[in-house]
């Protein structure tokens, strides 16, 4: 709440002007004071909230329907109110039909799951019962009960011996032996073949199996893999796709649209761990890639998107500023669940304001989830129709209340932001390729996220480019539908002896339509490794 204005104190006397100027500021320093401890009460509210949520309550932002409408609580407040004044005679029971049917219950399935077909069959015929072994004269088999059990042995390490039968002339001894050419490996004259390999990176990078825990697995097996034989490994086979990886961001960079995002992670140094940062780069819907930069700063943004020109869809850090402008041909697009998630930290201190932005914003999000998967045309149509009235909505809404907001309260925070971010917040109603949050590369880091809990630090600055190129590749894999162990594998077998003009070919964008040539058919065949682990390609 802003003081009056003070009245003009010049036609009083010098003791009375005295009088109320020492009043006037008193009432300027109780102000400040009160101010200061709206603020201090509605930070603590704030974090008590955040803390009972943590211990209690859900993680997620996404709040029911019937929660959001100060109209709805308000509704229900006189309901309730006038059910307090009927006498029980007047009270009608409600019928238990309407109680039951009120909402439906998720059925749940009954009967015994289908095993998959692809699965190896082990069949085991029990003996006949006694009394018939003791008079088989006496019966004859009328049919059979097949009773299925899913069992699991140990995984299969194979030991392939590459045979080279050596022949030498009969007319000439002196000429020399020769042998059929070994078939490529991703590390040459190394141990470990590209199922193996692609099996350990699959496991440390997607599973988030350090590679400790690993060797653990594998010495049940009653194989001895040293963690560090495994990481000189990743550290061979990461040189190998490199070249594909980056192709993939030289392509990435010719996308409509780009949403990044960036998390931190611990590097090991000597003396003490230092921070460093993990970059996602999601372009359109054809590439996820990762990019480790030591800073998280503007100089590190410019590495990855200098050359980029196009839509950029960000939080509103600043370290992506100075990427906007018409001149620099890149355009800010602001995420609606980043500006959501403002109002839901003001729930705790200015729950009727707050539920008010996140109504008229879940009805965003209702669009969005309407038109998911239609063309882009048809997206802007909808989106025209439906979300434009929204937002116009939300900000005559939040032009309204903001000169009332106390500075820095959540809801003075929530309101800043999206006046702030206006502009960016309001491109998706421009084009319909452009997507209304961030969400997909929150989601996208959370896989770094979840790894860090469990390897806790990367061993050096190498670790984190070798963790970008996999994690790319097999995020990539993941964004298509391709499975990820069997596409490792196979770019391990391709890439050596692959046409370095046709590298793009082999990322997981273009991967289907490379299978489908019979130039890639024909490598894969040709080549042991990949005949060995084909049950395992024909299961995926």
């Excluded at 653990?216 to 040189?239: D, N, P, Y």
């Excluded at 697009?333 to 980043?338: S, Y």
């Amino acid at each position: 709440m802003k003081s009056a204005e003070p009245p003009d104190i010049s036609s009083f006397s010098q003791e009375a002007q005295s009088v109320i100027q020492s009043l006037q500021d008193s009432i300027r320093r109780i102000d400040n004071e009160r101010a200061q401890y709206i603020k201090l009460y509605q930070l603590t509210l704030l974090e008590l909230e955040r803390l009972r949520r943590q211990l209690f309550g859900k993680k997620s932002e996404r709040v029911k329907d019937e929660q959001l409408t100060l109209e709805f609580m308000q509704v229900a407040e006189a309901v309730r109110a006038m059910e307090e004044t009927l006498t029980p005679e007047e009270r009608a029971p409600i019928p238990n039909s309407v109680r039951n049917n009120d909402k439906e219950k998720k059925r749940t399935p009954h009967g015994r799951q289908t095993l998959p077909e692809h699965l190896p069959v082990e069949r085991i015929e029990l003996p006949a019962p006694l009394e018939v072994e003791e008079n088989p004269t006496d019966y004859k088999k009328v049919g059979e009960d097949v009773s299925e059990t899913l069992e699991r042995r140990p995984a299969t390490l194979v030991r392939v011996q590459i045979v080279r039968p050596k022949f030498a002339k009969k007319a000439d001894e002196d000429a020399g032996i020769i042998a059929s050419k070994l078939p490529t490996k991703p590390i040459e004259k190394g141990l470990a073949g590209p199922g193996l390999l692609a099996h350990i990176i699959v496991s440390k990078f997607q599973d988030n199996l350090p590679l400790n825990r690993q060797e653990s697995i594998f010495a049940r097996e009653h194989v001895t893999l040293g963690r560090a034989t495994m990481c000189a490994w990743i550290k061979q086979a990461a040189e190998l796709p490199i070249l594909l990886f980056k192709a993939m961001k030289e392509d990435a960079m010719k996308a409509h649209c780009i949403a990044t995002d960036a998390t931190g992670v611990l590097v090991q140094a000597e003396g003490k761990c230092h921070r460093g940062h993990f970059f996602v780069l999601i372009a359109d819907r054809d590439h996820i890639l990762y990019f480790y930069e030591r800073y998280h700063n503007g100089d590190a943004v410019e590495k990855l998107l200098g050359n980029y020109k196009g839509h950029i869809v960000a939080d509103a850090h600043i370290i992506y500023d100075h990427l906007y402008g018409e001149s620099e041909g890149r355009i800010e697009c602001a995420c609606w669940a980043h500006t959501r998630r403002y109002f839901f930290d003001a729930i705790a201190s200015e729950r009727d304001l707050a539920m008010h932005a996140i109504h008229l914003i879940g009805k965003l999000f209702e669009v969005e989830r309407e038109i998911k998967g239609l063309p882009p045309d048809e997206k802007l149509r909808i989106r025209q129709e439906k979300s434009k009235p929204v937002t116009e909505e939300f900000f005559k809404w939040r032009d309204e209340k903001w000169p009332d907001a106390v500075e820095h309260s959540p809801i003075y925070k929530g309101l800043q932001y999206a006046g702030n971010q206006q502009t960016a917040l309001l491109q998706f109603l421009k084009d319909g390729r452009i997507p209304i949050h961030n969400n997909d590369s929150e989601r996208a880091l959370r896989q770094q996220v979840i790894g860090r809990k469990n390897w806790l630090f990367l061993g050096s600055e190498d670790g984190g480019e070798w963790n970008c190129v996999f994690t790319s590749l097999i995020a990539s894999a993941r964004l298509h539908g391709i499975e990820p162990w069997s596409y490792l594998r196979d770019i391990f077998i391709l890439l050596p002896d692959w046409p370095r003009s046709r590298i793009l070919e082999l990322s997981p964008k273009f991967w289907k339509q490379t299978l489908e040539n019979s130039d890639a058919r024909q490598r894969l065949s040709a080549n042991p490794f990949y005949r060995v682990t084909a049950v395992s390609s024909e299961i995926h």
